[in-house]
């Protein structure tokens, strides 16, 4: 069966929904036996057609439980990236703001941190949740943080899992379908997915991220879902904490009404949502409305309810002891000039290495610097934070080459390039 619709594919004949179904069946029957990895591996080399990634996105979601409610459903969704916890700001804010939303998450993969990572340092934290937990969540805190390890759309875990085992994780339709089916299943009517490219993100371009971008508008305006992609580029970190307890320290703060880029991005966020299932409101007055709630706590009190809510120690968040480091090493500049670099992708990286197999949150760094701002010899622009000094003293080097100051201005990136609603 597999084969002949591999020989299909070779033909340039485009796959049927039934087609697909078959598919997404044999996947979730086998596994990631060779037969399937095959027929993936075909679709990534023969390519798909956006009606194609529609349908294996539908036979995706129909994997598992479809959760469907009456009210509106936000839901927000990144393809990666490094010290980016717009998620943990933005679930609480929309929220606390009377919406409900649902944050259907994953493991990342190797180099970036998923809000799965993120909540993960929240000890106790469940992202695995039964339909009366997920309604019980909803109905007391407007807000529910699931994995896609459940029962809803299972066959997007295994397709994670192939697409990393043969080497595909950015296969830009396969990626497609796998943001899709879980909104899809989520039961989302409005989601906004923040599509990164660079260096530190699966997406590497932004033409690739432009052609992700087409084929979700197509995807979700046929699924009867209002949709808004952001696109980004990962020269900037839009938070400055890189780790997933620091991360989370980082949104609280920002929750707590600390001004800074991570705040601005999460207004904006929340600002496109909120008039997408409301047209007719002013944006100004949306805008008003979202930064009170960071300024007034409501936010942050929602998130402590939300931490509560999914068997998280929310004492130990308000006691400002998530984030409990071991060591830590402040980088300085050698010299007067202008930030004009910064290696992301590196510190994650080796955030990633120094954490070996331990996931432990507290290892990371705090970029104390934008890419633009003048320094003077002395000022920190890098907090790393470590266990074990043996370990880090092999990394000390390159952590330093990870911001380059020059002498030449730089003007500060925009880190939203553009908005497609």
Same mark, same amino acid.
């Given at each position: 069966?597999?084969?002949?619709?591999?020989?299909?594919?070779?033909? /340039?004949? @485009?796959?049927?929904? &039934?087609?697909?179904?078959?598919?997404?069946?044999?996947?979730?029957?086998?596994?990631?036996?060779?037969? %399937?990895?095959?027929?993936?591996?075909? $679709?990534?080399?023969?390519?798909?057609?956006?009606?194609?990634?529609?349908?294996?996105?539908?036979?995706?979601?129909?994997?598992?439980?479809?959760?469907?409610?009456?009210?509106?459903?936000?839901?927000?969704?990144?393809?990666?990236?490094?010290?980016?916890?717009? #998620? !943990?700001?933005?679930?609480?804010?929309? /929220?606390? $703001?009377?919406?409900?939303?649902?944050?259907?998450?994953?493991? #990342?993969?190797?180099?970036?941190?998923?809000? /799965?990572?993120?909540?993960?340092?929240?000890?106790?934290?469940? !992202?695995?949740?039964?339909?009366?937990?997920? @309604?019980?969540?909803?109905?007391?805190?407007?807000?529910?943080?699931?994995?896609?390890?459940?029962?809803?759309?299972?066959?997007?875990?295994?397709?994670?899992? $192939?697409?990393?085992?043969?080497?595909?994780?950015?296969?830009?339709?396969?990626?497609?379908?796998?943001?899709?089916?879980?909104?899809?299943?989520?039961?989302?009517? %409005?989601?906004?997915?923040?599509?990164?490219?660079?260096?530190?993100?699966?997406? =590497?371009?932004?033409?690739?991220?432009? =052609?992700?971008?087409?084929?979700?508008?197509? %995807?979700?305006?046929?699924?009867? !879902?209002? #949709?808004?992609?952001?696109?980004?580029?990962?020269?900037?970190?839009?938070?400055?904490?890189?780790?997933? &307890? +620091?991360?989370?320290?980082?949104?609280?703060? *920002?929750?707590?009404?600390?001004?800074?880029?991570?705040?601005?991005?999460?207004?904006?966020? /929340?600002?496109?949502? +909120?008039?997408?299932? @409301?047209?007719?409101?002013? =944006?100004?007055? %949306?805008?008003?409305?979202?930064?009170?709630?960071?300024?007034?706590?409501?936010?942050?009190?929602?998130? $402590?309810?939300?931490?509560?809510?999914?068997?998280?120690?929310?004492?130990?968040?308000?006691?400002?002891?998530?984030?409990?480091?071991?060591?830590?090493?402040?980088?300085?500049?050698?010299?007067?000039?202008?930030?004009?670099?910064?290696?992301?992708?590196?510190?994650?990286?080796?955030?990633?290495?120094?954490?070996?197999?331990?996931?432990?949150?507290?290892?990371?760094? *705090?970029?104390? *610097?934008?890419?633009?701002?003048?320094?003077?010899?002395?000022?920190?622009?890098?907090?790393?934070?470590?266990?074990?000094?043996?370990?880090?003293?092999?990394?000390?080097?390159?952590?330093?080459?990870?911001?380059?100051?020059?002498?030449?201005?730089?003007?500060?990136?925009? *880190?939203?390039? =553009?908005?497609?609603?």
């Amino acid at each position: 069966m597999l084969g002949e619709l591999i020989e299909k594919k070779a033909r /340039a004949h @485009e796959l049927t929904l &039934a087609d697909y179904y078959s598919i997404v069946d044999m996947l979730m029957k086998r596994g990631l036996d060779k037969s %399937v990895m095959k027929m993936f591996l075909g $679709l990534n080399s023969f390519g798909m057609t956006k009606r194609e990634v529609l349908y294996l996105s539908q036979a995706m979601r129909d994997s598992g439980r479809v959760l469907k409610y009456n009210h509106c459903i936000f839901e927000k969704h990144s393809t990666g990236g490094i010290g980016d916890a717009t #998620s !943990v700001v933005l679930i609480p804010l929309i /929220a606390s $703001l009377g919406y409900k939303i649902i944050k259907t998450t994953a493991k #990342s993969f190797v180099f970036t941190n998923g809000t /799965a990572d993120r909540f993960g340092a929240i000890p106790g934290f469940k !992202v695995q949740l039964t339909e009366k937990e997920i @309604e019980k969540a909803l109905d007391t805190t407007n807000a529910c943080i699931l994995s896609h390890s459940g029962d809803m759309c299972p066959a997007d875990k295994l397709l994670y899992e $192939l697409r990393e085992q043969c080497g595909i994780e950015n296969d830009i339709n396969l990626l497609a379908a796998s943001i899709a089916s879980k909104k899809m299943a989520s039961g989302a009517k %409005v989601v906004l997915v923040d599509v990164k490219y660079g260096d530190a993100s699966i997406v =590497k371009t932004r033409a690739k991220a432009e =052609k992700l971008a087409d084929i979700l508008k197509y %995807v979700f305006k046929k699924s009867g !879902v209002k #949709s808004i992609i952001v696109i980004t580029n990962t020269w900037q970190t839009i938070g400055e904490g890189i780790g997933n &307890a +620091i991360e989370v320290a980082d949104a609280i703060n *920002v929750l707590q009404g600390k001004k800074c880029l991570l705040r601005d991005v999460s207004i904006q966020y /929340a600002t496109e949502m +909120i008039l997408a299932a @409301e047209p007719k409101l002013k =944006k100004e007055d %949306v805008i008003d409305m979202v930064a009170m709630a960071l300024d007034n706590g409501t936010a942050y009190s929602r998130f $402590l309810e939300i931490v509560k809510a999914q068997g998280g120690d929310k004492q130990l968040v308000a006691d400002a002891k998530l984030f409990q480091p071991y060591q830590s090493t402040n980088f300085v500049a050698d010299r007067e000039g202008y930030v004009g670099n910064i290696n992301s992708l590196m510190l994650g990286e080796l955030t990633r290495r120094l954490c070996e197999d331990s996931h432990d949150g507290n290892i990371g760094a *705090v970029l104390r *610097v934008k890419i633009g701002d003048y320094v003077r010899p002395g000022d920190i622009i890098v907090s790393f934070y470590y266990k074990d000094k043996e370990d880090f003293e092999k990394y000390r080097e390159a952590i330093a080459g990870c911001v380059r100051i020059t002498n030449t201005e730089i003007k500060p990136v925009k *880190v939203i390039t =553009k908005v497609i609603r």
